[in-house]
């Protein structure tokens, strides 16, 4: 997970003591397209999703500083419901840290399907992540749980941010759908840590 802190996020001032949460829904009964990716440099996740797999732009571009491309894209190794293989990079988007990936082969996966409406302020909202260590642990994932504090830009901003490994994995409404694709963590000025998802609702 990308750890950030620059001026657009200044704005985010005591969400973590956000104060109108709603009451916490159980978590959907299926969250699909999860898929885990691993790399020389980090291990990380994607999201299939009915209108192709996403992640994390630094993900796929690990030496691009300040958002900046440089012109080379790293090939990851996935996994997901029992199949395995190359995850080629198509496209990055350093601003907004989002890219598009192609899975090979394809797997017969049961992609997430994208929603056509951002969450309301302090809606619970969902994201899979793992742990480090042995590949066991790194693939036994465990789904958290937070609620979503205010859309800045392009940019879901949540209460809660995820552990490093979650960065390029889907984030759910309470619907099982995708909201967004989970990208930083942020230091806000009251000194609590939130986490940013680029939004793929309108």
Known sequence: MRRVAFSLFLLLSGCAGHKNLKFS?????????VVRLISRYMVASACATTEGVFTAGHVVNPWAGDYQ??????????????????????FDDPVRD??????????????????????VEGDDVWWVEYDYGTPQQMLASRIHRAHFVRRVAAHLVL????????????????????????????????????????????
């Open 25 to 33: 829904e159980p978590p959907p009964a299926t969250l699909p397209g």
């Open 69 to 90: 491309a440089l012109g080379h894209l790293e090939p990851l190794a996935w996994t997901a419901g029992g199949y395995e293989g190359i995850a080629m990079p198509v």
């Open 98 to 119: 989002i890219a598009r990936l192609e899975l090979v082969p394809e797997p017969p996966l049961v992609t997430a399907s994208r929603a056509t409406q951002e969450p």
């Open 159 to 202: 209460d809660e941010a995820p552990v490093e490994g979650a960065s390029g994995g889907c984030l759910f409404n309470r619907a099982g759908e995708v909201i967004g694709i989970v990208v930083w963590s942020v230091d806000t000025k009251d000194f609590k840590r939130a986490g940013v998802a680029v939004a793929l609702v309108p």
